[in-house]
């Protein structure tokens, strides 16, 4: 591939195109080398197993800016919807640059309530998301299940969120990673990084687990949950992101007559159906660490509660279980860009929207390596909002 000629956007390399070490190939690491290699960059991407079997691999892929807007969380809701809204573009250039298909689908999603206690639930959420401008449309039971005849009879109320919507997030894990190498990224796989190397409060690089020093104008730091693990980083550098456990399972439906078109939200469970027919049930929060068993209680709750709402999965086979962690944040929101080592930028934190925000960080965040600057939205979400207090207490997580 020839390289298009250097622009101003890298002058602040001196008119040379940067080399850049990314560390960790899930969404954020794959997104942000395949933009950067796009750009000009030489551009080698470190992963500890294999590229996009994280927290990517672990996902739902629900794009759901709107549905899942919660108080308190309106700044990410700026975020969010800018990242929704380039999604069919970014879907469109992905597939167009590896040749394969991810699925992105824009039925919208359906938030169901069961009972008189959930439609009160359900009717703050929809006042508060209606005040934010999030369109949304107020179902009673019956229009609920016109729309899904295979919902409960006793549903009692819906809200139709037109605007999120749904990604096979393991085939976009494949399609980045071909369209990173496609842009002629260098991947290395089951190559773990062992630590950044400093050098007078600059990035000079990364040490690999096997000795071998791989040197670097820009380091981008993302490594998901593990992102805290790489050896190396100053105090003040370390970012506040712990893991927060997702046990998750698949149900096969018949393809041909599946149960459920839409991405549904039920009391304690999401369920989103797949084009092959695996029907995904979703998923336990857990302040667990490392822990990857998948539980008695977390299976039973998430069966019980998919149940509730969709009598008809009783008979379904599971085609699988797995656990993730989602890379959490002390706000549950990302931190991207710069970090207090010169050279060393950051993409963690996506909690349980990394999926979502695949566009706006690759976008984001490989702009301010070219540039040294971020785009406005993305800017509040630097590091330096933890500078302060940069203990890593834990806040109770919700959702995906
Ligand atoms: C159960 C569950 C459901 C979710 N559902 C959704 C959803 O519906 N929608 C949504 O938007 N988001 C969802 N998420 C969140 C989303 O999956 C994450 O926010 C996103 O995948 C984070 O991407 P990442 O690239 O930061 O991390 P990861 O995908 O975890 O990638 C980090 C990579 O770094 C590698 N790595 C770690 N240490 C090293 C090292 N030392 N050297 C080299 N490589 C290293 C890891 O092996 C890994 O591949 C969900 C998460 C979970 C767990």
């Not at 927290?55 to 308190?72: D, N, R, S, V």
């Not at 919507?165 to 260098?186: E, F, I, M, W, Y």
């Not at 797995?322 to 706000?331: A, E, I, L, Q, Y």
Request: aromatic share 6%; with cysteine; hydrophobic share 45%.
């Amino acid at each position: 591939m020839t390289k298009p000629s250097i622009s101003s956007k890298s002058s602040r390399f001196g008119g040379a195109w940067p080399h850049v070490v990314v560390i960790g190939a899930g969404v954020c690491g794959l997104g942000i080398a395949w933009r950067l290699a796009q750009a000009g960059c030489t551009v080698d991407i470190f992963e500890r197993g294999e590229a996009g079997h994280g927290a990517t691999w672990a996902a739902a892929g629900m794009l759901a800016a709107g549905a899942e807007a919660e108080p308190g969380e309106q700044r990410l809701l700026e975020l969010t919807r800018i990242s929704l809204a380039a999604w069919p573009n970014f879907a469109r250039e992905v597939e167009a640059a590896s040749g394969l298909t991810i699925d992105y689908r824009d039925q919208g999603t359906l938030v169901v309530a069961l009972t008189h206690d959930d439609v009160e639930q359900l009717r703050f959420t929809y006042e508060f998301q209606r005040d934010l401008g999030i369109e949304l449309q107020w179902l009673s039971g019956a229009e609920a299940r016109a729309r899904e005849p295979h919902l409960r009879p006793g549903v009692a109320a819906a809200v139709y969120s037109a605007g999120d919507h749904q990604v096979d997030n393991r085939k976009l894990a494949l399609a980045l990673k071909q369209a990173a190498l496609g842009a002629g990224v260098t991947l290395r796989e089951r190559c773990p990084v062992r630590a950044l190397a400093v050098e007078g409060e600059r990035a000079r690089g990364v040490h690999l687990a096997d000795g071998v020093f791989i040197d670097a104008d820009v380091v981008v730091l993302a490594a998901g949950a593990w992102s805290r693990e790489i050896g190396g980083l100053p105090v003040e550098a370390l970012p506040p992101v712990r893991p927060v456990k997702g046990q998750m399972l698949a149900l096969q439906m018949d393809p041909a007559a599946p149960l459920l078109s839409h991405v549904l939200w039920a009391p304690k469970a999401y369920l989103v159906p797949r084009v092959d027919g695996r029907l995904l049930i979703g998923a336990t929060v857990e302040e667990k660490g490392f822990d990857d068993a998948m539980t008695a209680g977390g299976v039973l709750s998430l069966l019980e509660a998919a149940w509730r709402v969709l009598p008809g999965i009783e008979e379904l086979p599971i085609a699988e279980t797995w656990v993730g962690f989602r890379p959490t944040s002390r706000d549950d929101a990302p931190i991207l860009g710069p970090t207090v080592v010169e050279g060393l930028v950051i993409a963690t934190g996506h909690h349980r929207n990394g999926i979502l925000l695949a566009p706006v960080t690759a976008e984001a965040v490989s702009g301010y390596v070219l540039t040294g600057e971020m785009p406005a939205a993305a800017a509040q979400f630097s590091a330096e909002r933890f500078a302060a207090a940069p203990s890593l207490a834990t806040v109770g997580g919700s959702g995906r």
